[in-house]
């Protein structure tokens, strides 16, 4: 049988009004629409079993909707990206240990301030309960550090710099890169045990049970000295909208002095030191009656002077700091361009060096302290010290990588 025009356009119309309704009929199962970590849903997309919400549920598969990473306190976002890192000044040294490159730091934190007196007291008390008095006794900072030879009278430094209340907030000295690095563990564990209690979670779940309910605290650590330089140099303060940077920086401030050039928020401001530090030989607070000199004869509290731009403190002068670094001249030519550090001796071995004896146990040090001239307050240069050495003049901070976006 001939259809005519008219019957198939008929069978047309049938058909695409059949084809229509079983595609309706598909589209009628239940859609998730679009998930984030925040807003995960109350159903599995993939099986449809429902979550659990409960923090402390391990019979149900959990689901977080908390994702923002918990940095821990005293830290400072330190918002990563490309950088210029090595010495921008003369090396009037002739180390020629850190000749400019273009790398790129993930975002990551810093302690706003150097570790205080105070908070490694604060560690030390917590020791005394889990360990020996004799194993304790090497976690304290050496005392002996103050001593000086024979020519100089430093009594009060040695017996009261560490215990004196009037010291609390000056920064610890005395402290070898092992100990720096054995206070970053027990401060991890610390407070992520504090943190676990406010959340009322339960103390049998492991590191990964933790990390799934969102109590990722990340390790404290030591920072990288690439991070380390990165965050002193602070250039977030000196770039426009196109990326283009108006300056590069010899010190945390804009400037080529070491005076600050501003006279704003207080009276008096402009033309005051901006960092704690040895003007020269035998000059380490200028005169007295506080003639726009900095004042401190040793390290001050770790709150004096301003921040950078990143908001930290005393990223030039004060006191030295400890960084993660295995000590190699050559390491600017060795680093990966993307989070660079040196952990170990590979690619620069040890037995290289025929008239010294660098080993990996000899760890890189920055930013100058209140012992140093004014040569070693830019964040280019660079020394180094053995990990288990501690001396009056070197410090440290912690570090923490930032693990990832807040739950988008």
């Known amino acids: 049988m001939r259809l005519s025009n008219k019957s198939w356009g008929m069978w047309v119309v049938a058909l695409a009004i059949v084809g229509s309704s079983i595609l309706t009929s598909c589209n009628k199962t239940p859609g998730y629409g679009r998930r984030t970590a925040n807003k995960p849903g109350k159903k599995s997309a993939t099986t449809g079993a429902e979550f659990s919400f409960d923090e402390n549920d391990s019979t149900q598969f959990f689901v977080a909707k908390n994702a923002e990473q918990i940095p821990g306190p005293n830290l400072k976002f330190i918002q990563g990206g490309r950088a210029v890192l090595g010495s921008q000044e003369e090396d009037v040294m002739a180390f020629r240990d850190n000749q400019e490159r273009t790398v790129t730091l993930s975002n990551f934190y810093l302690d706003e ?70 206070y970053s563990k027990w401060r991890t564990d610390y407070v992520l045990e504090i943190i676990r209690e406010d959340r009322g979670i339960d103390s049998s779940f492991n590191k990964n049970q933790l990390i799934e309910r969102g109590v990722a605290l990340a390790d404290y650590r030591l920072p990288t000295e690439a991070e380390w330089e990165y965050a002193a140099k602070a250039m977030i303060g000196t770039q426009y909208l196109d990326e283009n940077q108006e300056n590069g920086r010899i010190y945390p401030w804009d400037g080529r002095g070491l005076r600050s050039p501003y006279n704003v928020k207080r009276k008096g401001q402009q ?138």
């Open 113 to 182: 301030t150097e570790v205080t007196n105070n908070d490694y007291r604060e560690y030390l008390f917590n020791m005394g309960k889990k360990v020996s008095a004799d194993s304790l006794l090497k976690l304290e900072p050496k005392d002996n550090v103050w001593a000086g030879g024979e020519m100089s009278f430093n009594d009060m430094y040695q017996s009261y710099y560490f215990r004196f209340p009037g010291f609390n907030f000056y920064p610890v000295a005395g402290v070898s890169w092992v100990q720096a690095n054995a």
């Open 271 to 408: 033309g005051d030191f901006l960092a704690n530090f040895k003007r020269g030989r035998g000059d380490y607070a200028g005169i007295a009656g506080g003639q726009s000199n900095d004042g401190e004869i040793i390290p001050t509290n770790v709150y004096d002077m301003a921040p950078n731009d990143f908001g930290l403190y005393h990223m030039a002068g004060n006191m030295n700091e400890w960084v993660q670094d295995i000590y190699r001249p050559l390491s600017y030519q060795d680093f990966d361009d993307l989070n660079p550090v040196r952990n170990t001796g590979v690619g620069d071995e040890e037995d290289t060096y025929f008239t010294s004896m660098l080993t990996d146990e000899f760890r890189v040090y920055k930013g100058g302290s209140w012992r140093d001239v004014a040569y070693w307050l830019a964040p280019g240069t660079r020394r180094f010290m053995h990990q288990d050495s501690a001396t009056n003049h070197i410090g440290f901070r912690c570090a923490m990588i930032s693990i990832g976006e807040k739950g988008n």
